[in-house]
């Protein structure tokens, strides 16, 4: 079955931290993905995505997510956080119908 | 100007109530969504229509009505509600589902209690 898994539900890092949350899917092709942020309130905001080329690609806000393809995974990177950091992130995929699928989120707590 | 604006962002009611959460987007988008986030921040898709046309229709209690009047609107209208409709919903939108493919823009989302 289609899937997309966030195996972590809670992260603490300290600021200035380097970050790293991890994104899987199962699919049997390479789906589009994305990672959304949530912050507290608010709705979701598009931080990246990668539909192919480049397996490294660049977000908004310093973030960058790096595709593997024989791992399925698709985590999200960021060299140093800041405390504005701290929201739920997301990780999403399209596996090829009209429907985004959604992982479970993984909520990140900046520690100072 | 807000992109995608959802009215009211919150909203108290007894069960049994019908109510309606209203949608509309700025960005001359064709497709529009419903998501649902339950109290784990599990999101849901329930509900997508592109240019007023219903596209995707999950599993969803036929209490639930999404209605497009037009392409910048998505209302969803809620008939006898239940403790478990208790949630937060998201209304999105996207330019076209085929040419960026799940790049959504998300409305700050209308919280909903069911008493």
């Known amino acids: 079955a289609q899937s997309v898994t966030q195996p972590d539900i809670h992260i603490t890092v300290s600021e200035g931290a380097s970050l790293e949350l991890r994104c899987n899917y199962s699919?049997?092709?390479?789906?589009?993905l994305f990672w959304y942020v949530q912050s507290p309130g608010q709705g979701l905001q598009l931080l990246l995505k990668?539909?192919?080329?480049?397996?490294l690609v660049q977000g908004i806000k310093g973030f960058e997510a790096e595709f593997k393809r024989s791992q399925s995974s698709f985590n999200l990177r960021k060299p140093s956080v800041h405390w504005s950091d701290a929201a739920e992130y997301f990780c999403?995929?399209?596996?090829?119908?009209?429907?985004?699928?959604f992982g479970t989120g993984t909520r990140l707590t900046i520690i100072p | 100007d807000t992109a995608v604006s959802q009215t009211p962002k919150y909203l108290v009611t007894q069960m049994g109530n019908d109510k309606s959460i209203k949608c509309e987007q700025n960005?001359?988008?064709?497709?529009m969504y419903w998501y649902k986030q339950d109290s784990k921040k599990f999101l849901k898709i329930m509900f997508s229509?592109?240019?007023?046309?219903?596209?995707i229709n999950e599993t969803v209690p036929n209490r639930f009505s999404p209605k497009s009047p037009d392409k910048a609107h998505l209302n969803l209208h809620i008939n006898s509600l239940e403790l478990g409709d208790s949630a937060v919903y998201f209304c999105?939108?996207?330019?076209?589902?085929?040419?960026?493919?799940?790049?959504?823009?998300f409305g700050e989302g209308s919280r909903l209690t069911v008493l």
């Open positions: 999105a939108s996207s330019q076209d589902r085929r040419a960026v493919p799940g790049e959504l823009f």
């Open positions: 699919y049997g092709a390479t789906p589009y």
């Open positions: 990668y539909f192919s080329g480049d397996t």
């Open positions: 999403a995929a399209r596996f090829g119908n009209e429907k985004l699928t």
């Open positions: 960005l001359g988008h064709d497709t």
């Open positions: 229509y592109n240019n007023k046309e219903l596209i």
